[in-house]
Nanobody, 128 residues
């Protein structure tokens, strides 16, 4: 059974930084492209970043490009999201997700059917 567990969320002041992690189990992690999303209250879930199975390719949403960096460590079955220059509008629950099938290319517009497993989310709150 695939399990994804996010960690690293918390409360930070505007302009601050956080590093989120997603730990995977029950999956051949190095086979799967991975994604980060977020969902703010009253808003739809938003794509943030994606990384392919090897880590050689990444994609970012325009809203976070230059501030967020996605990375992965296949030896540790983990994926990270380094976030800098955080603003109050970055306040949301942050989720990681895995591709449903192995060795698939990443996209900025993943359809629900493209994704397999989701984590439970970690809250990020940015105070002004």
């Amino acid at each position: 059974q695939v399990q994804l567990v996010e960690s690293g969320g918390g409360l930070v002041q505007a302009g601050g930084s956080l590093r989120l992690s997603c730990a995977a189990s029950g999956i051949n992690f190095s086979w799967y492209s991975m994604y980060w999303f977020r969902q703010a209250p009253g808003k739809e879930r938003e794509f943030l970043a994606a990384i392919n199975w090897s880590g050689s390719s990444t994609l970012y949403a325009d809203s976070v490009k230059g501030r967020f960096t996605i990375s992965r460590d296949n030896a540790k079955n983990t994926m990270d999201l380094q976030m800098i220059s955080l603003q109050p509008e970055d306040t949301a629950v942050y989720y990681c997700a895995s591709n449903r099938a192995p060795y698939r290319a990443i996209t900025r517009n993943p359809t629900p059917g493209l994704l397999g497993s989701w984590g439970q989310g970690t809250q990020v709150t940015v105070s002004s």
